[in-house]
């Protein structure tokens, strides 16, 4: 009898309670996101890689080579290590380096990690030249310009070395041109070398020398007054057409009075005569060297003596030898005049 009046008043309680209004729940809801996103963002959080790898050279960090050194340049490398990535790969960057020079040189090496942090290291080789030996190498080439002289031109250029070229009157104005321009002395040889003919007098020798020395002016437009006598100063080959008048003797003070200069040679490369081989001309040469002043006798027409040329500079460099060109002021090598 009582019961339905209980009911009626639990519906009464229950009516009155405060519901909590929508927005409540939408901010609730929103602030719950927030505090978990942030405790995700929080506990997951990784700071920025800002450290560069560390490059670590293997080897030495300066090393030295000996000029010309026959053993081709190795390098041993670089490894790379980052905190946050790990071993990485370091890259290598070689200069050209020319062995025959000597310098300095700098290998790099550079590693990037993950992050884009780059690193770089570097390494210091030197190409060391021997102690210089005292004196000179005037390396002097006879007779052309030939058909192998523009070949000569190419070896000494690649070992910067000067010549001398004693010219004869040959149609072959580009290669004289060309081994003036660089820089290589070019010296009068007579334009026709022809024995009978340049020492049958004074005056036949001289409008010969004054031939050539007025073609070479003509491509270079330098007046060249170092000289060299066919068959040097020493020959007796002219007694032969100068009907007995000493014709050597009368020449080497006049060609001085005109204000040339001649060079006979003090170490003979046998390319004229006795040697016929490349591996003769190299040991008829080197093994005459030393201190002091050398004047080398080579033909650039003889082709196998052209060839022995480069190993020539390369023993010469190696072992502390300056090859120079002869100018007027060098001191030169004469032999007697025997005629
Ligand atoms: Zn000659």
Redo the contacts with the bound molecule.
Sequence with gaps: MSEPKTESSKEVTQATRKKPPVWALVVILLFAGLLSYVAFRVLTYVPPDVDPPVITLNGEPEVEIALGSETPYQDAGATAFDERDGELEATTTLPEMDIWRAGEYEIKYAATDASGNLAEASRKVKIVAPAPVEGAVYLTF??GPSEHTARLLDILKKYDVKATF?V?GREMDDVIKRAYDEGHSIGL?TFS?NYAHIYQSTSTFFDDLYAIQNKVKDITGYSSTLM?F??GSSNTVSALYDGGTRIMSRLVKEVEARGFKYFDWNISSGD?GGATTSEEVYNNVTSRLGPGEWVVLQ?DTQGFSVDAVERIIQFGKRNGYQFKALTMESSGAWHGVRN
């Design positions: 006879d007779d004693f004869v040889h070398h060299r066919p068959g004229a033909h």
